[in-house]
């Protein structure tokens, strides 16, 4: 949906999904909903970006943000309003329940082009399972 009041534009996004909704320069703001891809059992692929760093917001719901780096795994049990910024060449990625919705910050042009995509090892999966909170599993 958009709209708008006196110079401002009011933007939401309700569908599934990654939704850019503001483009300015050289970045860009966008809602992401959950869809399954972010669910339990759609875990096991990670992204990096590596000419930007990527921040996310939990806006509601439920989510983990988990990194992979030389050190092993770490996963993080998001918090609403707290800002997260994943910095550029980071192995990441979100899991979130049916009713997560997270606001995305980063660069413009950020794409397949300019990102890497893998799959965890065996021993990353349940690196990061160990460290699911109770509300997960």
């Keep these: 949906m958009e709209s708008k009041i006196h110079q401002i534009e009011v933007r939401t996004w309700e569908g599934e999904g990654y939704k850019p909704l503001v ?10 909903n959950w869809e399954s891809r972010f669910d339990l059992s759609g875990i096991g692929k990670v992204e990096r970006h590596n000419e930007t760093d ?13 990194i992979c780096n030389q050190e092993g795994i770490q996963a ?8 997260y910024n994943v910095t550029r060449g980071a192995w ?5 329940t049916r ?6 910050v980063e660069s413009n042009d ?4 300019n990102s890497d995509y893998r799959d965890l090892e065996n021993d990353e999966l349940a690196a990061l399972r160990s460290q699911f909170p109770s509300w997960l599993k």
Excluded: Y
């Design 23 to 32: 483009s300015h320069r050289d970045w860009l703001v966008a809602l992401m």
């Design 54 to 66: 990527e921040v996310f917001v939990l806006q509601k719901g439920r989510s983990i943000l988990f």
């Design 76 to 83: 993080i049990d998001m918090q609403p309003g707290v800002l």
């Design 92 to 96: 990441h990625n979100v899991i979130g």
């Design 99 to 104: 009713e997560t919705q997270w606001l995305i």
């Design 110 to 113: 950020t794409s397949e082009d």
